[in-house]
Structure formats: structure tokens, C-alpha cells
């Protein structure tokens, strides 16, 4: 069974930083695009960051950029965002999500297979 499970989510004042992880667990995802998207109350899923299957090529959403860093480890499966300078506007639910024979980034959030549970992340002004 495919899993995807997301940790280093809490609470934390504006400006301060927080790293997720994403452990995956029953399938390798080494030649994968994986990607992070979030969702806050009342609001639609929305994309973050995506990196191809080798790290070497990402892409951030606007409102991210120059803040939060995406990247992988193959040899231990995991997926990470470092997130910085982190603002009220940034809580949300964080989720994690892996493409399937597909390798390259991807913004959109059909363009994914696979799923995390979300871990909430909380910025106080």
C-alpha cells in the first residue's frame, strides 16, 4: 500500500520557519515529479512547490518564492519543504503529493497520484 505521510507542521510566530517532511512508504518515487500543496479554511487546494524526479528543476508558486525550498532525498523516499519568513497568510493544511510515471514539475493538482493526510501549518501574527 502507497503511503504518503507528512510531518514538521505547528504552530509558529510570523517570520519564523518550520521544515516538512514527506515519508513515502510502498512504492519507490526516485523517477517521480512530487510536489507540496496547501489548503486553508474555505479556500480551494492551491499549489506550492513541485521538483522534478532528480531535483535539479523546481517551481514555486508566486506567493512562495524566495521563502520556501523544495527538495528530495531518493535514498530515503522523502520529500521536504523549508519553509522561511513564514507570514499569517501561509496557514493552512500542507499536503504532499507524488506523481505516477511522470517525472517532471507539475502546478496542477490532477496532474497527481498520490496524496499525504495534510499537516497543519499555523503562522501567528
Known amino acids: 500500500q502507497v503511503q504518503l505521510v507528512e510531518s514538521g507542521g505547528g504552530l509558529v510566530q510570523a517570520g519564523g520557519s518550520l521544515r516538512l517532511s514527506c515519508a513515502a512508504s510502498?512504492?519507490?518515487?526516485?523517477?517521480?515529479?512530487m510536489g507540496w500543496f496547501r489548503q486553508a479554511p474555505g479556500k480551494e487546494r492551491e499549489f506550492v512547490a513541485s521538483?522534478?524526479?532528480?531535483?535539479?528543476?523546481?517551481s514555486y508558486a508566486d506567493s512562495v518564492k524566495g521563502r520556501f525550498t523544495i527538495s528530495r532525498d531518493n535514498a530515503r523516499n522523502t520529500l521536504y519543504l523549508q519553509m522561511n519568513s513564514l507570514k499569517p497568510e501561509d496557514t493552512a493544511v500542507y499536503y504532499c503529493?507524488?506523481?505516477?510515471?511522470?517525472?517532471?514539475?507539475?502546478?496542477?493538482?490532477?496532474?497527481?497520484?498520490?496524496w499525504g493526510q495534510g499537516t497543519q501549518v499555523t503562522v501567528s501574527s
Open positions: 521538483i522534478n524526479w532528480s531535483g535539479d528543476s523546481t
Open positions: 510502498g512504492r519507490t518515487f526516485s523517477g517521480d515529479g
Open positions: 503529493a507524488a506523481r505516477r510515471y511522470s517525472a517532471v514539475v507539475s502546478a496542477v493538482i490532477r496532474g497527481y497520484h498520490y
